[in-house]
């Protein structure tokens, strides 16, 4: 069965840097872009990175932009998303998930991973 499990969320302090993991089974990561969304209580769902199927292309939210970065790794068939900087704001549940890499739908997501950013 298809199933994303994130991990890798805590409490840090402003300027501290996480680094989160999502292990995807039942598929291959070469099937889907793979994506990390995030969201707060009361706020819109945010697309913060993206990659493409083939791993060749990344997309980042303005937010995020120079401070995250998204990577695979192929044979742990195991997204990442490393987080430097981080800021109060970037305090949120974090999801990754699993669709077309512009287009505005999902096809699996993960159960989420807590980040909380302190100041």
């Known amino acids: 069965q298809v199933q994303l499990v994130e991990s890798g969320g805590g409490l840090v302090q402003t300027g501290e840097s996480l680094k989160l993991s999502c292990v995807a089974s039942?598929?291959?990561?070469?099937?889907?872009?793979m994506r990390w969304h995030r969201q707060t209580p009361g706020k819109e769902r945010e697309r913060v990175a993206a990659i493409s199927g083939s791993g060749g292309r990344t997309v980042y939210a303005d937010s995020v932009q120079g401070r995250f970065t998204i990577s695979r790794d192929v044979a742990k068939n195991t997204v990442y998303l490393q987080m430097n900087n981080l800021k109060p704001e970037d305090t949120a549940v974090y999801y990754c998930?699993?669709?077309?890499?512009?287009?505005?739908?999902?096809?699996?997501w993960g159960q989420g991973t807590q980040v909380t950013v302190s100041s």
């Open positions: 039942g598929f291959a990561l070469s099937s889907y872009a």
């Open positions: 998930a699993a669709g077309p890499l512009y287009i505005n739908t999902t096809y699996y």
